[in-house]
């Protein structure tokens, strides 16, 4: 590891394949343990925060090291073959340094300061806290029931959030909320996690990503400063929800789960090497069946691996791409990594759904990339409006 001089001493984690793979061991060898009791998995943020890994997108300008999308999906896959509950919560903290780094939009002492100089000590970690009960996934459209009221001094906050990842371990909230002024305004307000008036709820008892202690948290009489709004504006009289279309920076959620897809593909090869029937005499993984499987899940982990590296190779030589196509081609790596662990699944029959074998565990948490916005009915009704849509046009 190398310093990044500068305001703060941050780590430049190191990316080279050795080195992620080390860092998927060692998260993983906890993964199970937090899965089983659902508590948030510190074990595995503390070897990524001592990695430099949590705080990868820190801009340059704040002494991070501003790493590429390329090498913020690289990492997260990592983690997520380790455990994708501490992927999850990474992922949420690293797109808020990169958003910050683009952005620019926290008060420049709270964050290139505190939150920064947190980070620098220990594991800090932010998320944007947006669904709510009533409204359901933003991303479908509506303004929030959680409301800001203006002060002489500030804010005064109140709503309940639901699915907000890393509870009680966050330390900044970037809570989604409507102004109570006309005309009425939308954005993220930044509420520090020891701000009076938080209450968490229990609530997270999922499927998948268990560890990823995502529960409801009610923010009542809230005091925000004044400052501490990041307002998303209004264009041409419309709210265009951010999280409806996706960019670069989400790519980091689909990649943890490309991760699973790894982690389940060497939980199928384990076995198949070890499984040794009676009637066979020698190793599953020596039959032919067993090695085509090995195969499909194969081409599926390498169809969404070049995806995913290949969408930001794309990017990052300067091609647009609409904001369309990149959520086709999230839905496009969801359904592989879903299908290889799925087939994996398949393939070994009861071995595979027995809570002793880690593909059980990996077959819950890589069904949780569908609920990332967009979602895929909403990405392919508007694919297919956009089809029909210019086939009505006139050539020429």
């Known amino acids: 590891m190398t310093a990044v001089t500068g305001r703060q001493s941050l780590l430049v984690p190191d990316t080279t394949p050795t080195a992620l793979a080390a860092l998927t061991d060692e998260i993983s060898s906890t993964a199970a343990q937090y899965d089983r009791s659902a508590e948030i998995p510190e074990a595995g943020l503390r070897v990524a925060h001592r990695g430099g890994y949590l705080t990868a997108t820190v801009a340059g300008r704040y002494g991070g090291p501003e790493l590429s999308h390329r090498e913020v999906v690289r990492i997260l896959a990592a983690i997520g073959e380790g455990d994708p509950s501490v992927a999850l919560i990474a992922a949420n903290t690293l797109a808020a340094h990169q958003a910050q780094a683009v952005n620019g939009s926290w008060p420049e002492d709270l964050y290139g300061g505190e939150l920064v100089g947190r980070s620098a000590e220990q594991p800090t970690l932010v998320n944007v806290i947006r669904a709510e009960p009533e409204l359901g996934a ?13 002060t002489a001094d500030g804010w ?12 009680a371990a966050l330390a900044y909230h ?12 939308v954005g993220h307000f930044i509420v520090p996690a020891d701000s009076g008036g938080i209450t968490w709820h229990d609530t997270w ?42 960019g670069p920076t989400s790519f980091g959620h689909v990649a943890l789960y490309v991760g699973v ?12 090497r070890t499984r040794v029937p009676a009637a066979l005499g020698h190793p599953i993984a020596e039959t032919e069946r067993i090695r085509t499987v090995a195969g499909e899940i194969e081409a599926q982990i390498v169809q ?5 590296d290949g969408t930001l190779r794309r990017i990052e030589a300067g091609e647009s791409i609409a904001a369309e196509s990149l959520s086709l081609i999230k839905v496009l790596i ?17 071995a595979a759904l027995t809570r002793h074998h880690p593909l059980e565990r990996h077959l819950r948490d890589v069904l949780c990339v569908r609920v990332h916005p967009p979602q895929e009915d909403t990405v392919l009704l508007a694919a297919g409006q956009a089809v029909l849509h210019a086939a009505d046009r006139p050539a020429g």
Request: net charge positive.
């Open 174 to 185: 970037l809570v989604w909320a409507r102004t109570d002024e006309n005309p009425v305004r």
């Open 138 to 150: 933003p991303a479908r459209g509506g303004l929030p029931a959680t409301t800001a009221r203006r």
């Open 261 to 272: 897809a790894r982690a389940a593909r060497r939980a199928f090869a384990d076995f198949a």
């Open 304 to 308: 969404a691996e070049t995806l995913l």
């Open 334 to 350: 969801a359904r592989s990594v879903i299908t290889a662990v799925q087939t994996a699944v398949a393939a070994l029959g009861n």
């Open 205 to 246: 008892d999922h499927l998948g990503l268990r560890a990823s202690n995502t529960h409801d948290v009610t923010y009542t009489n809230v005091v925000v400063a004044a400052e501490n709004l990041i307002e998303i504006p209004f264009r041409d009289g419309v709210y265009r929800d951010p999280a409806s279309a996706s």
């Open 156 to 167: 005064i906050l109140n709503g309940r959030k639901t699915f907000a990842t890393g509870g």
